[in-house]
């Protein structure tokens, strides 16, 4: 089965920029989503269509894919943005998540 | 603006079934996929599956087939998720999410199942 896979933990300073990144076969090939998630607190889609930002979306989170890489760039990170994030990409009729990525905001 | 309201918190023993509902507020639900994610206690998300509301075709994860089915009733703009046999492992927060351009934009308030 099609797998992805993310850093388990990123750590960054506030007003740095984090990057995180999630690799699968071929994943160029396909669209691939993101999206932030704060304890107690449903998902949130940040990034769609790999670089597309839904309304109402901070213009500081960006996306792009290519070969076997995707990645998110939030710019001038804040302690807001502290939350797991999770890449996401279809397999033919079946939809798949990456592991998640903890981001810290020291 | 899509609303999606979910069903409330079960208690469950195991090897019982749990079943929980979607209901989608939006002018057609019939244009929409629904999908049902869950993240057990400390664990990623997990897709389990999901349906197009046009024609009721599902497709569901290699992990949970069999044990899993996703249903809608487009007259109540609702769609439900059915899982049998459950176990410890089954227990966490379940979400639906409406998907369209392949990501999911709108996501439900989340179902808390224990089982035990």
């Known amino acids: 089965s099609y797998e992805l896979t993310q850093p388990p933990s990123l750590s960054v300073s506030p007003g740095q920029t984090a990057t995180i990144i999630c690799s699968g076969d071929?994943?160029?090939?396909?669209?691939v989503s993101w999206y932030q998630h704060k304890p107690g607190q449903s998902p949130v889609l940040v990034i769609h269509q790999d670089n597309k930002r839904p309304s109402g979306i901070n213009e500081r989170f960006s996306g792009s894919s290519s070969g076997n890489t995707a990645t998110l760039t939030i710019s001038g990170t804040q302690a807001l943005d502290e939350a797991d994030y999770y890449c996401?990409?279809?397999?033919?009729?079946?939809?798949?998540f990456g592991g998640g990525t903890k981001l810290t905001v020291l | 603006q899509v609303q999606v309201v979910q069903s409330g918190a079960e208690v469950k023993k195991p090897g019982a079934s749990v079943k929980l509902s979607c209901k989608v507020s939006?002018?057609?639900?019939?244009?929409?996929?629904i999908h049902w994610v869950r993240q057990a206690p400390g664990q990623s998300l997990q897709w389990m599956g999901w349906?197009?509301?046009?024609?009721?075709?599902?497709a569901y994860s290699e992990k949970l087939q069999g044990r899993l089915i996703i249903a809608r009733d487009t007259s109540a703009s609702t769609a439900y998720m059915a899982l049998s046999i459950l176990t410890s492992e089954d227990a966490g927060v379940y979400y639906c999410?409406?998907?369209?351009?392949?990501?999911?934009?709108?996501w439900g308030q989340g179902t808390l199942v224990t089982v035990s």
């Open positions: 999410a409406t998907s369209t351009l392949q990501a999911f934009d709108n």
């Open positions: 349906i197009n509301a046009a024609n009721g075709n599902t």
């Open positions: 996401q990409a279809w397999d033919t009729s079946t939809v798949v």
């Open positions: 939006a002018d057609r639900f019939t244009r929409y996929a």
């Open positions: 071929n994943l160029g090939n396909t669209y």
